[in-house]
């Protein structure tokens, strides 16, 4: 990236630079800052959510991100740092506008996801942790989302894409790259940016962290199962509780397909 980035909290501000902030970014930095320090106890603990929004400024932790937060938190550069390496949230280099993380862990690698990342890498031409030459996505390799029910799963800026295929995460970073809608499978209806979206890390409400739906239809089968079935919180769910576990001692099966012998309940 180079030149400038508009931002809507702090205006126009340089691309990765190593000169200081300029007099209103500082200004907005240390009025959110102390907005942040005060949620906490000991202010030592706002360095996670003041490291994103440093992210939400530069795009990155950048060094002189790094010194700001430890001048306002009475910290060294070197423990700032230590901490802004450990997480890989955190980026040591400017970030491109869309982080795009393909799931390779076992369930979402075994459905297609190591297919996913194969072809994606290599129709954008970049490897992991690595950003296209516009600065608009950066490609990233991505651990277990706890959505392995809608394997494979690829995320934008922690935004969920349920099911995917090569070609439909190719489609999606390719309508990324020329700024078309994008629609996430759950959650918001629109993709924010990675600087808009570090401001939301570091507490700031956007206002869409409730819109759309948060489970998909394959996460509420069990639910669906239970109500059929009537279990559920109070006496119920404690005879059926007390049922499984006799079951389970008895080494008989547990499963919803195989009710336990003497649950009334699972007979139905
Ligand atoms: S393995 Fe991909 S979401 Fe769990």
């Not at 009025?31 to 440093?54: F, N, T």
């Not at 790094?66 to 980026?91: N, R």
């Not at 099911?163 to 994008?182: C, F, I, M, W, Y």
Request: hydrophobic share 35%; aromatic share 6%; glycine share 10%.
């Amino acid at each position: 990236m180079s030149g400038t980035t508009s931002n809507p909290n702090y205006g126009a501000v340089p691309a990765p630079t190593s000169e200081p902030y300029e007099a209103d970014v500082l200004a907005g930095l240390h009025r959110d800052a102390q907005e942040v320090i005060g949620r906490y106890p000991v202010k030592r603990s706002a360095l996670l959510p003041l490291l994103h929004l440093v992210q939400s400024v530069d795009g990155y932790v950048s060094t002189r991100g790094i010194e700001f937060c430890a001048e306002v938190l009475d910290l060294t550069a070197a423990e700032v740092s230590g901490v802004a390496t450990f997480y890989t949230q955190y980026k040591r280099h400017p970030n491109g506008e869309y982080t795009v993380g393909v799931c390779t862990n076992t369930l979402c690698a075994v459905m297609g996801g190591d297919q996913i990342w194969d072809e994606v890498s290599e129709h954008l031409g970049i490897g992991h942790d690595e950003t296209t030459p516009d600065g608009k996505i950066t490609l990233e390799r991505v651990e277990c989302n706890a959505a392995c029910d809608f394997a494979p799963v690829v995320m934008a800026n922690w935004e969920f894409f349920d099911n995917q295929t090569p070609e439909s995460t190719k489609t999606l970073v390719d309508d990324l790259r020329a700024g078309r809608d994008v629609k996430p499978t759950r959650g918001p209806s629109r993709v924010c940016s990675f600087k808009q979206v570090s401001r939301v890390l570091a507490g700031f409400n956007d206002g869409l962290a409730d819109e759309g739906v948060g489970a998909g239809p394959a996460s509420l089968e069990g639910l669906k199962v239970a109500r059929d079935r009537g279990w559920g919180e109070g006496s119920n769910g404690n005879q059926q509780n007390e049922a499984t576990s006799d079951a389970m001692a008895a080494g008989r099966h547990t499963s919803t397909d195989t009710p336990a012998e003497g649950d009334g309940k699972a007979e139905k």
